[in-house]
């Protein structure tokens, strides 16, 4: 008889059978599918009411409150994957996950956490601030640092911040999330900056450059890139670019996500690379950069948050004028800043804490301003009011402190 030839492979063992099975997933278990990026519209949509009781964050002029930047943070760090599930297709993605074989750090003492875990720890490094950290705070107003004669507990805290931006950008790449590599490289503009002063300002330009060529339209290079979140970059003068990675901005890459994450990317880059540009001494250009960030904020709510960027940017501008002994067109920005600070104290239910450190500080900047064009008493008058001011806001704040403690207290007492 003729013997009938069978193609293909052996019928399985039974532990190679549960094997297949194992890999399979179960479609039912899957959690919903990702919304499509065009509906994502992070925090420019204010909430009906506060996220949590008690906060501020009242939208000025409308209804409405702000979430304090919760869903922008949420697009940016994108804890439920949903980029790489759209790319990928949820099976291909849910398969993969179970699997291992999505991007993370595999090395070092993040090897046994999950690519989600890993994403915690990346926004926990980006975005935490400790209490005793310098530049607390939502203010980015670019300062010039005494980088030599400062204490060593200070220059510690400065190179440990800036070693923790090198290592956000580190994971960032190692997630491939290039969100977070922008925006670790605009921290690691920031922190140069604060750490080495004028000295660190070519470095901080670059990363600044870098950061804004991920959200851009075009192309990136992620080899370029990696090379910042090495302790000392030594930048190969025959280095040829090779720009393959899609910008943020790129119609490739906004099939998968929301402009938002470009332009929020963008809001933190052009502050930066601003900063780097007056610490190199450059007025002009350094003002160019700054405008820029306007047309993105434009259509953002009048919340406190997007107020001290609006803020921040104006007084920024105003000290480029100061330091080219332009009083009048720096004043001209030191009082849109200030108007933005009246208009969070006069709104009740709003920002006044906010509003009123908005005012110090755009005082602050203009007694700078005076002093530079030699108008010492002015200045000196000015400080004056700051520092009562000052004193006033804290005393004031330490009393809500209390108060809301007590009620606390209160509250637990009888819920016993």
């Given at each position: 008889?003729t013997?009938?030839?069978?193609m293909?492979?052996?019928?399985?063992?039974?532990a190679?059978?549960?094997?297949a099975?194992?890999?399979?997933?179960?479609?039912?278990?899957l959690?919903p599918?990702?919304?499509?990026?065009?509906d994502?519209?992070?925090?420019?949509?204010?909430l009906?009411?506060?996220?949590?009781p008690g906060?501020?964050?009242?939208?000025?002029?409308?209804?409405g409150?702000?979430?304090?930047g919760?869903a922008?943070?949420?697009l940016?760090?994108?804890?439920?994957?949903?980029?790489?599930?759209?790319k990928?297709g949820e099976?291909?993605?849910?398969t993969?996950?179970?699997?291992?074989?999505?991007?993370?750090a595999?090395?070092?003492?993040m090897?046994?956490?999950?690519r989600r875990e890993q994403?915690?720890s990346?926004?926990q490094?980006?975005f935490?601030?400790?209490?005793?950290?310098?530049?607390?705070?939502?203010?980015?107003?670019?300062?010039?640092?005494?980088?030599d004669?400062?204490?060593?507990?200070?220059?510690?805290?400065r190179?440990?911040r800036?070693a923790?931006?090198?290592?956000?950008?580190?994971?960032?790449?190692l997630l491939r999330e290039?969100?977070?590599?922008?925006?670790?490289?605009?921290?690691?503009?920031?922190?140069?900056?604060?750490q080495?002063g004028k000295?660190?300002?070519?470095?901080?330009?670059?990363?600044?450059?870098?950061?804004?060529?991920?959200?851009?339209p075009?192309?990136w290079?992620?080899d370029e890139?990696?090379?910042?979140?090495?302790?000392?970059?030594?930048?190969?003068?025959k280095?040829?670019?090779?720009?393959?990675s899609?910008?943020?901005?790129?119609?490739t890459?906004l099939k998968l996500?929301?402009i938002?994450?470009?332009?929020?990317?963008?809001?933190?880059?052009?502050?930066?690379?601003?900063?780097?540009?007056?610490?190199m001494?450059?007025?002009?250009d350094?003002?160019?950069?700054?405008?820029?960030?306007?047309?993105?904020?434009?259509?953002?709510p009048?919340c406190?948050?997007?107020?001290?960027?609006r803020?921040s940017?104006?007084v920024?501008?105003?000290?480029?004028f100061?330091?080219?002994?332009n009083?009048d067109?720096?004043?001209?920005?030191?009082?849109?800043a200030?108007?933005?600070?009246?208009d969070h104290v006069?709104?009740?239910?709003g920002?006044?804490?906010d509003?009123?450190s908005m005012l110090?500080?755009?005082?602050?900047?203009?007694?700078f301003?005076l002093k530079?064009v030699?108008r010492?008493d002015?200045?000196?008058?000015l400080?004056?009011?700051?520092?009562?001011?000052?004193?006033?806001?804290?005393?004031a704040a330490k009393?809500?402190k209390?108060?809301?403690?007590?009620?606390d207290?209160?509250a637990s007492?009888?819920?016993k």
């Amino acid at each position: 008889g003729t013997k009938s030839i069978k193609m293909g492979k052996k019928a399985k063992s039974s532990a190679g059978k549960k094997k297949a099975a194992d890999r399979k997933i179960d479609r039912s278990a899957l959690p919903p599918p990702p919304p499509k990026p065009e509906d994502e519209v992070g925090s420019a949509k204010p909430l009906d009411k506060p996220a949590l009781p008690g906060t501020g964050f009242k939208v000025l002029g409308e209804e409405g409150y702000d979430d304090g930047g919760v869903a922008d943070l949420s697009l940016l760090i994108d804890l439920e994957d949903s980029v790489q599930r759209r790319k990928r297709g949820e099976n291909e993605y849910f398969t993969a996950l179970k699997a291992d074989l999505l991007p993370r750090a595999t090395r070092g003492p993040m090897a046994k956490m999950t690519r989600r875990e890993q994403k915690v720890s990346l926004a926990q490094l980006l975005f935490s601030e400790d209490d005793d950290c310098e530049d607390k705070g939502p203010s980015e107003v670019y300062v010039e640092h005494n980088v030599d004669d400062e204490d060593e507990t200070v220059i510690k805290h400065r190179s440990d911040r800036l070693a923790q931006a090198r290592a956000a950008l580190r994971l960032s790449l190692l997630l491939r999330e290039p969100a977070c590599a922008s925006l670790s490289l605009s921290e690691l503009c920031k922190r140069k900056l604060t750490q080495a002063g004028k000295n660190g300002a070519e470095e901080a330009l670059r990363c600044a450059n870098k950061a804004i060529e991920i959200a851009g339209p075009g192309f990136w290079d992620s080899d370029e890139v990696q090379l910042e979140a090495e302790d000392n970059p030594v930048l190969d003068p025959k280095y040829e670019k090779n720009a393959t990675s899609p910008g943020l901005a790129n119609p490739t890459t906004l099939k998968l996500l929301p402009i938002r994450v470009s332009q929020l990317c963008m809001r933190s880059s052009l502050l930066q690379k601003g900063n780097a540009l007056a610490a190199m001494g450059k007025e002009d250009d350094a003002r160019a950069i700054y405008e820029e960030v306007f047309p993105i904020l434009e259509s953002e709510p009048r919340c406190a948050r997007v107020d001290w960027e609006r803020h921040s940017v104006h007084v920024n501008i105003g000290n480029t004028f100061a330091r080219e002994g332009n009083f009048d067109k720096a004043d001209e920005h030191y009082t849109i800043a200030q108007q933005l600070g009246e208009d969070h104290v006069k709104e009740k239910g709003g920002s006044e804490e906010d509003g009123r450190s908005m005012l110090l500080c755009a005082k602050r900047a203009r007694a700078f301003a005076l002093k530079k064009v030699g108008r010492d008493d002015e200045a000196k008058a000015l400080l004056a009011e700051v520092i009562k001011q000052k004193i006033s806001d804290d005393e004031a704040a330490k009393k809500k402190k209390e108060e809301e403690a007590a009620k606390d207290a209160e509250a637990s007492a009888e819920n016993k």
